[in-house]
C-alpha cells in the first residue's frame, strides 16, 4: 500500500471551541491507483488530505491519527524532514488550481524555479523537461513564456497538473482540479489527466464534491460526511451497489459525465454543525431511512472484498436502493 | 515592439501623468548637467572689475536671474539646487519604500506577535510631528541634508507598510501562495520570490509620493536655518532671500524661481503617482 491514513483526527481552533473537522478518517492508496474522496462542501475531505501534506492553516490542530506514505511515517517527521518530502514524493493540485500560478512570473519560469528549487536540476535541464512536461499535458512549449493570465482556465489547469509532475512524484493530491471548468473542458482535462495516470501509473488522490468525476476516472471511493468516511470501496461496487444512504443520495444528485438521463433529486438539508455534532450517526437528519437506532454509533458493516459502509441499515442496501431511486423519497426529510 | 506602442499610448491616455513625467526628466537632466549649465559658482562671492560686490542685480546680461544680497548668481544656484532636491528625493524614497516594503512583508506574512510590534511602532511613528523631529534630529546630529532623509525614512514608512501589510494579508491566502508553501517553499523563499514582486507596484507608487515629500521637507527645513551650510539647494535660497529681506527690495526674481521649482517638482510627482494609481487601481476612477 503506497499511503496508509489511519484514524486521522484534525481540529481546527474557532472562537466558540474546536471544530472537529476529521474525525477518525482511514483509507489506503494503492500504488497506480486514483482514489477519490467525496463528499459535500465542509464535510472534511479537503482537510483529510491537507493533512498528509502538513500544509494547513495556522487554525487547524493534528490531534490523532497516522499517515505512511511507502513505508515512512510522516507524521513523526520533523519539519525539515517533511519538507524534503513535499512535491518530490508528494505533489498538490490545490483547489482552485486556475490561481495556482503566480501572476507574476511566467509559467515556463514557475516550473523550472521547482525542477531547480526542489529537483536539483541545472537550468538548461530543467528547461527541457519543462518543454516535456507541457508536451505531457497537451500545452504547446511556446507557451511557456506567457503569463498565467494569457492562459485560459484549462490551460492553466493542464498547467497545474504538469508543475505537479514536474518531480515525479509517488503520489498526486488533485483537489477540485475540474471544478472551476465548465463541463466540456473538464471532461478534456480528465481524459488528459486519466490517459496520464495510466501511462504514468500515477497514484492518485482525487478530491471532489461530484461523484460522477469520480465515476469517470477513479478506481476507489471513499465517500465523506461530516468528518467521517460513511462508506469506501472499488468505484463500480460502490457506486453500483451503495451501502450508505448517503452514497445513494450523492449519487442521485449529479448528472453524470458519460452515461443516460435520469431524474436528478437533492438531498434537502445541510451537514451538521461540527461544533457540537449529533450522536450517532450523523447523516441521520437528513436520511430518508433513519430508525430510533440511528442515534447510536453505527457499526462497520462490510459490503463486499475493501468495500464497507457505516450504517445500521446497510444489511437492507438492497431494498434501500429501491426506494432511494425514487425521487420522492428525498421530499421532505428534514422537515421532522 | 509592443512595448513601444504601448509608451506611445501614455501621452494620450494620461496627459497629466506624462506632463509629470516630462518634467521629471527635464529636471533629472538638468541635475545631471548642472556642472556645465552653471555659469558661476554658485557659492562664489562675485565683484565686479572695479572690486566691488556684485548685489541685488536685475536679472540680465551676464546674471541671468540676478545676483543675491551677498553677489551670488542666482541661476547657478537653482540649477544647483536641483541635484540636491533630487538627490535627497530620490535617496529619501529608495529608503522610505525599502523600510517600508521589507516591514510590510514580514508583519502581513508572519502576523501575530510580530505584526503587533511593527505595527504599533508603526502607529507611534506615525504620531510624531514630522518637522520638529526632523529639527531635533539635524541639532542633534550635525547639519547635513541627510538628516532630512533620515528623519523622513524614520518616520514615512509606516504609511507604505501598513498598506503593503494589507496587501499581503490578501496575497497569503490565494492559491498560489498555498501552491508554493506546498512545493516545499521556505517562508523567505515565499515572502521574497512570489509576494514581494506581486506588491512592487505598490512600493513604487509609494516612492513616487515620497520623493515630493522628502524634497518639500528638505525646502522647509533649510528655509527654517537647519539645512546644511556647505550646500545650496532650493531652501536654502528661500531662506536667504527671506533673511535679506528681498520680499521689501521686490526681487521677485530671487525667491520666486526656487518656489516654483519646489511647485513642480512635488507636483510633477504628484501627478505620476497620480496617473499610476489609475493603472493600479482602475476602479478608483470614478
Redesign the interface.
Known sequence: MLLEVRDLVIDYRATRGRVRAVDGVSFDVPAGAVVGVVGESGCGKTTAVRAI?R?MPSSAVFAAGSISLDGVDLVGLSEREM??H???DI??V????????????RVGKQIE??LV??GGMNRKAARARAEDLFAMVGLEAKRLGDFPHQFSGGMRQRA?IA?ALALSPKLIIADEPVTALDVVIQRQVLDTFADLQKQLGLSVILVTHDISVVAYVCDYVVVMYAGKVVESGPVADVLDTPGHPYTMGLYNAFPELAGEERELSPIEGSPPDLLDPPKGCRFRARCPFAIAVCTLDPPEHIIGTGHVAYCHRASEAQDLRETAKRTETWVGVTSE | MRWLNTAAAIPRRDPFAFAGLLLYFVFVLIAIFADSLITHDPREILFDANYDLVRNLAPGGDHILGTTFSGRDIYSQLVMGTRGALIVGVTAAVCVVTIGTVLGLISGYFGGLTDTLLMRLADIALGVPFLPFVIVLAAFLNPSQWNVVIGIALLLWPQSARVIRAQVMSLRE???I?????????PW?ILF??IA??VLSLSFLYASIAVGWAILTEASISFLGFGPSNSVTWGYMLQDAYASQALGRGQYYWFVPPGLCIIAVVVAGFLISRGYEEILFPKLKD
Not at chain 1, 486556475?98 to 501572476?103: E, K
Not at chain 2, 498555498?178 to 517553499?185: F, L, M, N
Open positions: 501534506t500544509v519538507k524534503k513535499l512535491w518530490r505533489a498538490y490545490p483547489q482552485s488550481a486556475m490561481n495556482a500560478l503566480d501572476p507574476v512570473w524555479e521547482v528549487d526542489r497545474s508543475l | 490565494r492559491a498560489f498555498e501552491a508554493a508553501r506546498v512545493t516545499g517553499a521556505g523563499r520570490v512570489h514582486p506581486n
